[in-house]
């Protein structure tokens, strides 16, 4: 399954669209992000993969383009993976980032600094009208800290301070790294590199 030369941005969240396109920026397609129109799915699945393929199969099926989806979601291994898929809807259907982030840390309070390990995890999915799909998954190991810091990223990304900072002695959450910094670690930077990878292995030597 080569790349197609139209994609549609199978989702209405405006930061993921954002990031979406600038990690994709290298990808040799036109990219169709107006989905006012489109089908406004639900996440019902209970992995991440199951959520992906559900918006991007519902807005190919309804655009007749191929369509690029992602769930992604924060898993802190001292409340058992949670929140997981439901990693937008912690606080609730409908709750804020500032909501769920809060309820994050809130959970997190009485555990030691050793045992708020976590990781961001993030299934990418391409899929055709035809009912064809791709998919790939990224992970980004670190660790959830309890005073949120930094402008940037959106989501748990204040209170998410990745392993290779950690490692470098720098501590900055993800909200604090740059755009290109958090893109070149982030979970949702390597599913898309990771799925571009496995279609470029499938086009034809002449289109690579």
Known sequence: MPLP????????????????????????????????????????EATYLGNALLKAHAVAGATGLPALAD??????????????????????????????????????????????????????????PDGRADWAEGVCEGRVILEPRGQGGFGYDPAFVPLEEDRAGGGRTMAELSTAEKHAISHRGRAFRLLRSRLRDREPEAKR
């Open 5 to 44: 030369t139209t994609i549609a941005v199978a989702t209405r969240n405006r930061h993921k669209i954002r990031e979406i396109l600038e990690i994709c920026s290298d990808w040799p397609v036109r990219w169709v992000t107006d989905g006012a129109e489109w089908p406004d799915v639900q996440e019902t």
């Open 71 to 128: 769930d992604s979601g924060i898993e802190a291994d001292a409340l058992g993976g949670q929140p997981g898929p439901r990693s937008a809807r912690f606080a609730g259907e409908g709750a804020t980032d500032q909501a769920n982030l809060s309820l994050l840390v809130e959970r997190l309070r009485a555990t030691s600094p050793a045992g708020r390990t976590a990781r961001y995890r993030c299934v990418a999915a391409l899929a055709w």
